[in-house]
C-alpha cells in the first residue's frame, strides 16, 4: 500500500464537493478548524474529537542522552510533545478495513 499524506489541499477539495461551496470557503472552512485545535491544545493541553480521538500535550523532564555519531552523553533539555490517542470507534474502523 502507497504513502499518501492527506494534505489541505486534499481536504479543501474533498469539501468543496461535497458541500457543493466554493474553494475559498473550503480553505476558510479548513484553516479555522485547524487553528482552532491548535488554540485549544495551547490552552487547554488536550483536545478530544469525540468518534475520532484526543490530542494531548506532554511534558517531557530534562534528561541525559547519548549521541548515536560519538557515544558522549548530552543533556536534553525538557520540552513538550504531541500525542494522539485514537478513539475505539475509529480504531474498529481502521480494523474493518483490513
Keep these: 500500500m502507497p504513502n499518501h499524506t492527506l494534505t489541505r489541499s ?20 479548513v484553516e479555522s478548524l485547524l487553528q482552532e485545535i491548535a488554540n485549544a491544545l495551547v490552552k487547554e493541553g488536550h483536545v478530544k474529537i469525540s468518534s475520532f480521538g484526543t490530542f494531548h500535550i506532554r511534558k517531557k523532564s530534562e534528561r541525559i542522552g547519548r549521541n548515536p555519531k560519538t557515544g558522549k552523553e548530552v543533556m536534553i533539555t525538557p520540552r513538550k510533545s504531541l500525542s494522539f490517542r485514537a478513539s475505539h470507534l475509529l480504531k474498529e474502523s481502521v480494523n474493518k478495513r483490513i
Design 10 to 29: 486534499d481536504l479543501c477539495d474533498t469539501l468543496c464537493k461535497k458541500l457543493d461551496v466554493s474553494r475559498q470557503q473550503t480553505v476558510n472552512l
